[in-house]
């Protein structure tokens, strides 16, 4: 005797449009809760490439068969049916391509893009096309909409050996998973390093002074981050050259510089920790100068050289 079918899908069912937004829901909401969870990792794929492309999909073909074309010879047309691989495949697509569309837009300036950005577009368009899908889906006669039914195995699904091939391909698959969100999730830096970073007064990169009369005062900000695995000791030194030959001077004050030797400060810091200084310069004489700013590491570990090419006059 045949065991009874169960219908998952179907008129007055739409379970698979409530699956892919109920998983855009939870991977908006993971990251904020268990954001190093593999199951974060797992639904956003998710949510990234399938559910949109699944509910656009679902609003473009609502029933089971689509037409292709149509002829002009009367009651005649191509029809095809959608398969769930045909619907898989389209949805992998299209997700790709909302996503990349998205981004695209947002690199324009329009929105910042963030996770918080990219986020919101996925509901929005999941659940959207998923109203647009189930609107249209009932509007179809109840033998062309979409049914994906349970047929349970009349034998013993796998054998013994079949068991253990699942099995070991499902437990590479969380092993490769695992590797994946490791290596997502791990310090890519790699080697030590230091950050050391120079902007204008207003922390923009193109703000930086450019012409200046003599003994007039110009401002920059100065960043300095240590990501060395231990304390260092960094020297900082602002010159006319590109020499390490300084004198020692309290840099958190005006200083005039000249031809000849530069000045120098000692910034101690912790591992992890960066630092911040606004330095205020001004050049004594006229001329086309080049301000070096110099980052020695400890012990003259690394030399980081940042200019400044200025015009006084």
């Known amino acids: 005797m045949a065991r009874r079918e169960k219908v998952l899908v179907g008129p007055g069912k739409p379970w698979d449009i409530a699956l892919v937004c109920a998983v855009v829901a939870v991977a908006a909401l993971l990251p904020a809760y268990l954001p190093t969870s593999p199951l974060a ?8 490439f399938y559910c949109p492309g699944y509910a656009i999909t679902s609003a473009l073909l609502p029933g089971r068969v689509a037409t292709l074309s149509r002829s002009f010879v009367p009651h005649q047309e191509r029809t095809q049916t959608i398969t769930m691989l045909i619907r898989s495949a389209m949805a992998v697509g299209l997700s790709a391509t909302t ?15 963030n996770a918080l950005s ?3 577009t996925l509901i929005a368009v999941t659940f959207i096309a998923s109203a647009a899908a189930v609107q249209r889906r009932s509007k179809l006669p109840p033998g062309d909409q979409l049914v994906i039914v349970y047929r349970p195995a009349e034998r013993s699904p796998l054998n013994r050996r079949e068991g253990a091939v699942v099995a070991t391909i499902i437990v590479a698959v969380m092993a490769l998973g695992v590797v994946a969100a490791t290596g ?3 310090d890519r830096s790699g080697l030590p390093y230091s950050e050391f970073e120079v902007t204008g007064a207003d922390g923009r990169l193109d703000h930086l002074p450019s012409s200046l009369s003599p003994n007039q005062p110009a401002a920059v900000e100065i960043r300095i981050a240590n990501h060395l695995g231990q304390a260092a000791d960094y020297t900082l030194i602002v010159s006319l050259s590109d020499s390490m030959s300084a004198t020692p001077a309290d840099l958190s004050g005006p200083v005039v510089l000249s031809p000849g030797a530069g000045r120098s400060t000692t910034i101690p810091l912790a591992d992890g920790q960066s630092y911040q200084q606004r330095l205020t310069f001004s050049i004594d004489r006229p001329g086309d100068w080049t301000v070096y700013l110099l980052l020695v590491g400890p012990e003259g570990s690394e030399v980081m050289t940042l200019w400044m090419p200025i015009t006084v006059g």
């Open 118 to 120: 990219i986020g919101l």
């Open 41 to 48: 990792w797992f639904f956003g794929f998710a949510a990234v």
């Open 99 to 113: 996503v990349a569309l998205a981004a695209t837009i947002m690199t324009r300036g329009l929105v910042e893009l």
């Open 184 to 186: 997502l999730t791990a």
